[in-house]
């Protein structure tokens, strides 16, 4: 298909996701990205977020939760090099939650500058993670 772009999205447990698609969007450091098929080469980080991937066969769209990492994008392929990525259906609400709080409490808690920043940025990707399961339900 001349007008689809290949996705692949990796973490270090593996490959989560590998297929053809009309267009990517997941969180750039600085707002939104959207990737369509011949796309302008880019390298950058991605924070935590959703990986929307639209498939090429017109199937469902494809949601991924992504921990933060790297992403590379060339014309035809799009490389995402997660820290963490899990894919929608595979997301608990409930331990979520739980962690958030937990990453809540432990924030409050923290005392030098270091503890601070490390809870803080746990507690974005939970709510990040959080997030992600909302928009996942939201489209079912």
Known sequence: MANTIHVDVVS?????????????VLPGEDGELGIYP?????ITRIKPGTVRIKPADGGEEELIF???????????IVTV??????????????????ALQRAEEARAKSQDKLEIA??????AMMAAQLAAIRRL???R
């Open 137 to 139: 339900r939201q489209k």
């Open 38 to 42: 011949r796309h302008t080469p880019l």
């Open 118 to 123: 490390q809870m803080q940025a746990e507690y």
């Open 81 to 98: 090099l997660a820290d963490s990525a899990i894919r929608g259906h595979d997301l608990d609400e409930a331990k979520a939650t739980e």
């Open 12 to 24: 270090a447990e593996g490959s989560v996701y590998s297929g053809e698609a009309e267009f990517v």
């Open 66 to 76: 992504v921990a933060g990492g790297i992403l590379e994008v060339q014309p035809s």
